[in-house]
């Protein structure tokens, strides 16, 4: 089975606080900025805002795409936009910016269950696993003890994600935080078949808001890192 990690808030919405923007909802008739409507996490908000809230992103927001969303609600031009660490933690750290929510929250609401998304699993060519599947069982039990770990010691773990990555312990601490490394079990590095009825309701989201043509079987799932 493939190896995952999960998303607990995964990429955030932040709005300054003078738009009134107090949900994904209020979107509408409102100035937002993201990388692309076509990327990862964009698709993700498209469902729910679509599903939750009776909006369309592609039709009821002033969409700005820029590689730069954080500077973009930094400097004015937009109401909203969607950010993931440092952007963030630039914008919060102004005073002027809010979060409102993030997709591990409006995915909770959708699915009316409180299990974390998996998000991004390492998949193997089967022809690898068959010759080696010893080579494979080691990876997996590698990542097991690492979620262990980090259950155990998250100071330590932190403190050599800092070293290794040459990040700042904000960044460290986001990133654990975004991967749900706090809630989830070692046990779930495997894609189980509660995570395909997860994946079931994704496409189906998907699906209805026109990104997918069809729900893809449960042997070709295709997740994407947003």
Known sequence: APMCSSVNQGALLVASKKSGIKCLGDLKGKRLALKSLAGGS?????????KLYGIDLRRDVKVYETENPAGALMNG????????GPGYKKLMATGQCVRITSL???????????????????IAQGEFVRKHPEAVKDFLDCQYEAFKFY??????????????GNVPKSVA?????YLGLNDVEPERVYFSEKDKEDYHKLFTMFRDVGYIK?????????ITRG
Request: glycine residues 6%; hydrophobic residues 40%; aromatic residues 18%.
């Open 151 to 164: 259950k155990q010691h998250p100071d330590e773990a932190n403190r050599m994600v800092m070293e290794y």
């Open 214 to 222: 069809e729900i893809p079987d449960d042997s070709v799932y295709l």
């Open 42 to 50: 964009a698709v993700f908000y498209l469902g729910f805002a679509k």
């Open 77 to 84: 031009l937009v109401d909203a936009c969607i950010a993931w």
């Open 173 to 177: 601490e986001f990133v654990a935080d």
């Open 104 to 122: 591990g929250e409006e995915w909770k609401k959708y699915s009316g269950s409180n299990r974390l998304l998996v998000y991004g699993p390492w």
